[in-house]
């Protein structure tokens, strides 16, 4: 509620500036949906004016869409690290090579 006065109050030549540094900052920052709802309010009351230039635009929509495949990739390889030991047969990699240096050790014991 407060954010849409903020936003209505803005002068249009402050818009686009506006809009490109909630872009900056919304790939870098861990605050992603304060950044959201400013983009998402700006272009909702100013967006139907035309003041906002294609560029703004483009930019704000490539940061927004880079922002949910990076979640999604994520998501998906924090699944695969998940599903890493039942690929395995239930051992993990490191497991198997501790198994193998044990198993090399002791054939040299038998050979001695």
Do not use: C
């Not at 506006?18 to 870098?28: A, E, H, S, V």
């Not at 998402?40 to 003041?51: A, D, M, Q, R």
């Not at 880079?66 to 998501?75: G, H, L, S």
Request: proline residues 3%; glycine residues 2%.
């Amino acid at each position: 509620m407060e954010l849409e006065l903020i936003v209505r109050s803005l002068p249009d030549a402050y818009v686009e500036r506006t809009l490109q540094f909630t872009t900056k900052f919304l790939n870098t920052s861990h605050h992603i949906e304060f950044y959201v709802n400013w983009s998402n309010s700006i272009l909702t009351f100013h967006g139907p004016k035309n003041i906002l230039s294609q560029q703004s635009l483009t930019q704000v929509i490539l940061a927004m869409s880079n922002e949910v495949v990076d979640e999604r990739n994520a998501e998906e390889s924090d699944d695969e690290n998940l599903l890493q030991p039942v690929k395995n047969g239930g051992v993990d990699s490191e497991d198997e090579e501790m198994a193998e240096a044990s198993a090399d050790t002791d054939d040299t014991d038998d050979d001695e």
